[in-house]
């Protein structure tokens, strides 16, 4: 299993940016899927997320109180892809993102509950 995650950039407050996190060797419907990111200096904290899709009607798509209203996940699971689409950015955004995956999970909160993760992509936004 690997994931690859991708899509960081600099930009200024107020933009927009879409991370990616593509999978090989798995089928993403089968798959809880996170997003954390990782500020210098600070924890990994968690972002977004979403259970499989065997539960999701039941799990529904999950997110910190600090990106509610302004990120949002989609997915294609034929292209096992996972994307985090993040609107209205602040410098406080400012952090390595990283996604996980965990087969057959439903605990997108907690970091420990993902198996597999992608190297991060850095996202840098400017006031």
């Known amino acids: 299993v690997q994931l690859q995650a991708s899509g960081g950039g600099s930009v200024q407050t107020g933009d927009s940016l879409t991370l990616s996190c593509q999978g090989s060797g798995v089928t993403f419907s089968d798959y809880m899927v996170g997003w954390f990111r990782q500020a210098p200096g600070k924890a990994r904290e968690f972002v977004g997320g979403?259970?499989?899709?065997?539960?999701?009607?039941?799990?529904?798509?999950s997110y910190a109180e600090s990106v509610k209203g302004r990120f949002s996940i989609s997915r294609d699971y034929t292209k096992n892809i996972v994307y985090l689409q993040m609107n209205n950015l602040k410098p406080e955004d400012t952090a390595a993102y990283f996604c996980g995956a965990e087969k057959w999970g439903t605990q997108v909160t907690m970091f420990a509950a993902y198996d597999f993760w992608g190297q991060g992509t850095k996202v840098t936004v400017s006031s």
């Open positions: 979403i259970a499989w899709s065997g539960v999701s009607s039941s799990y529904p798509d």
